[in-house]
Each structure stands twice: as structure tokens, then as C-alpha cells.
């Protein structure tokens, strides 16, 4: 079955940096378009990030220029390196990816405080 586990979150203050990574089993990783989402407390789940198969990245504006999302096809694995991280950007981070039907991962707690 389809499988994606994200690692990587912590607490970190803010201007620091994180880098999270999303596990992907049971598809061919390759082919697919990945994507990193959030959820902060109270508010809706959203688009961070996208990169095609070919390597082709999408931004959301809030974190154009700090965030970089890649992928390792050999590792089966897609990253999300967070720089100058803002308190706002204090979330639950999910890593995405969409067939037949949409597969999340179980999320990773990304808290930015001082």
C-alpha cells in the first residue's frame, strides 16, 4: 500500500532552519508529482510546495526565496529544507501525493519560537 512518513520537524527559533523529509513506499516515486503542505492551529490545510517529476518546482508567495523543495528518486524521498523560518510558519507539515486517490503522510510538527 501506498506509504508517506515525513521526519525532520522540531521546535527552532526563528530565523533558524529545518529541513524536512517525506518516506514514500508502495508507488513509483518517480513519476509522480510531490507536494508539501501545513496546517497551522485552527486553519485550514494548504499548499507549500510542488515538484514534478521532471523537477519542476511551485512556490506558494509566503515562502519564495526561504523554502526549497527536491526529491531523491533513488531514496524514494522528497525534502522540504526550510530557511529563515518565521514564527508564522508554525505548523503541521504534510507531505502529498495524488493518484487515483490523494495519500497523506501523518504530519510533522514544525514550531518556530523563541
Known amino acids: 500500500q501506498v506509504q508517506l512518513v515525513e521526519s525532520g520537524g522540531g521546535l527552532v527559533q526563528p530565523g533558524g532552519s529545518l529541513r524536512l523529509s517525506c518516506a514514500v513506499s508502495?508507488?513509483?516515486?518517480?513519476?509522480?508529482?510531490m507536494g508539501w503542505y501545513r496546517q497551522a492551529p485552527g486553519k485550514q490545510r494548504v499548499l507549500v510546495a510542488t515538484?514534478?517529476?521532471?523537477?519542476?518546482?511551485y512556490y506558494v508567495d509566503s515562502v519564495k526565496g526561504r523554502f526549497t523543495i527536491s526529491r531523491d528518486n533513488a531514496k524514494n524521498t522528497v525534502y522540504l529544507q526550510m530557511n529563515f523560518l518565521k514564527p508564522e510558519d508554525t505548523a503541521v507539515y504534510y507531505c502529498?501525493?495524488?493518484?487515483?486517490?490523494?495519500?497523506w503522510g501523518q504530519g510533522t510538527q514544525v514550531t518556530v519560537s523563541s
Open positions: 502529498n501525493v495524488k493518484l487515483i486517490s490523494t495519500y
Open positions: 508502495g508507488i513509483s516515486f518517480r513519476v509522480f508529482t
Open positions: 515538484i514534478t517529476s521532471g523537477g519542476s518546482t
